[in-house]
């Protein structure tokens, strides 16, 4: 197993990975001082029937832990300010107090409404993250939580970091292989930031499925590191956590418009070559390592044309993106394979060029 360390302005907090990480949780909350409170754990409706579940209700039980399950429908149609207000009631009803605690179990999705729920029930509870799915290996860390409205992504929530994240990889087990897909996008996005030996790495063993763990570890590691290095130096994006959002001011707008038909990652993926396109028309990045990414994208599965032909209704979406200042467009564009650059002059006719142009020889 190893840990990671998030330092947050709130107070720093350990990001435990490996299989059978789980067996740690009791002493993980004891080390945050939260022995013997009451526990919420906020799942969905597909986690709930899976091992880890169980797992974690056999965790609690045998450290004598009071835990009830609060359970959402699944997907991220449902991250919306609506199911938190049924959150909300559920906590109410069992009569969960400030000194309680959350554990978000379950991926994005989860983890981003259960977060911005113990953020704001009461004016804040302390809470954990129990990631389940490798998408999750993004979410779980940096404290972003919030929900979606319907005119854009992640609109509504806070900065609100968790006392303590317990990613057992034995949860992915149970990951079906679009969802390890999903979620192989934000490794490869990780790479394509800050790990230019993990990208060759990538390049030269594709992961289309959950590896072995002795395997996997030290990957899905790296790719938290690039992460967790970006948080330390900057955890408000007051300026270099931008670059963490590579591929998602257009893929944030395609997976919207796609009404979540589209995975996080598989919209992401598609973002990153739109953006890597941009990058190219402006001279920031070389032809060759724009291919290298599509082809590593490709080599996983992931989908790298948009669907969605009316560039209006992207347009619409990223023009509600938060980076954005008073005049341009702010996207984070790669420069090189390991660099990425955040640029704030972006005119809607660059991106509408490039946009465009992906529908152009589509059957070719
Ligand atoms: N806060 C952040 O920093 C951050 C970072 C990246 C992504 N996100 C958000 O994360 C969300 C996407 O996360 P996601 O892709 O994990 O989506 P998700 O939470 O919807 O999970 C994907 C699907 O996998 C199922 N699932 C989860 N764990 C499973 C398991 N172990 N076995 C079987 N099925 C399982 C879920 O029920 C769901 O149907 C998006 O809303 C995105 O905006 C947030
Ligand atoms: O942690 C970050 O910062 C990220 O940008 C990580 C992204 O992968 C993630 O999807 C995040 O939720 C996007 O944030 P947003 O600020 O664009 O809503
Ligand atoms: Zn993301």
Known sequence: MRTLTIVSE???????????????????????????????????????QQPIAQELAHVLEQSSYDYSFVVIPAGDAHKSLDTAVYVYGELLTMGFRRGDVIVALGGGVVGDLAGFVAATYMRGVPFIQVPTTLLAHDSALGGKV????????????AFYPPKTVVFDTRALLSLPERQWVNGMAEVIKHALIGDANLFAALEAQPLRECPDPTFLEPILADAMQVKVNVVNADEHEAGLRQVLNVGHT???????????????????????????????????????????????????????????????????????????????????????????????????????????????????
Not at 17 to 28: D, E, H, K, N
Not at 146 to 157: A, E, I, R, S, T
Not at 256 to 283: F, K, N, P, T, W
Not at 321 to 350: C, N, S
């Open 250 to 364: 257009i893929g944030h707008a395609i997976e919207q418009c796609s009404h979540y038909e589209l995975g996080h990652g598989e919209a992401i993926a598609i973002g990153l070559v739109l953006e890597a396109d941009l990058a190219v028309m402006r001279g920031m990045l070389t032809m060759e390592a724009r291919d290298r990414l599509v082809q590593l994208l490709r080599a996983h599965g992931l989908p790298i044309r948009p669907q969605e032909r009316d560039f209006a209704e992207i347009a619409k979406r990223i023009q509600v993106d938060k980076k954005h200042g008073r005049r341009g467009w702010t996207f984070a564009l790669p420069q090189a394979i390991g660099r990425v650059e955040v640029v704030t002059d972006i005119e809607e006719d660059e991106v509408r060029r490039v946009y465009e142009r992906a529908f152009e020889g589509e059957n070719a």
């Open 146 to 157: 919030g929900v979606n409205l319907p005119q854009g992504k992640n609109l509504v929530g």
């Open 10 to 48: 709130r107070h720093t907090y350990p990001v435990l990975v490996g299989a059978g990480a789980l067996s740690q949780l009791p002493w993980a909350l004891s080390e945050a001082g939260l022995d013997e409170r009451r526990i919420a754990v906020i799942t969905d409706d597909t986690v709930r």
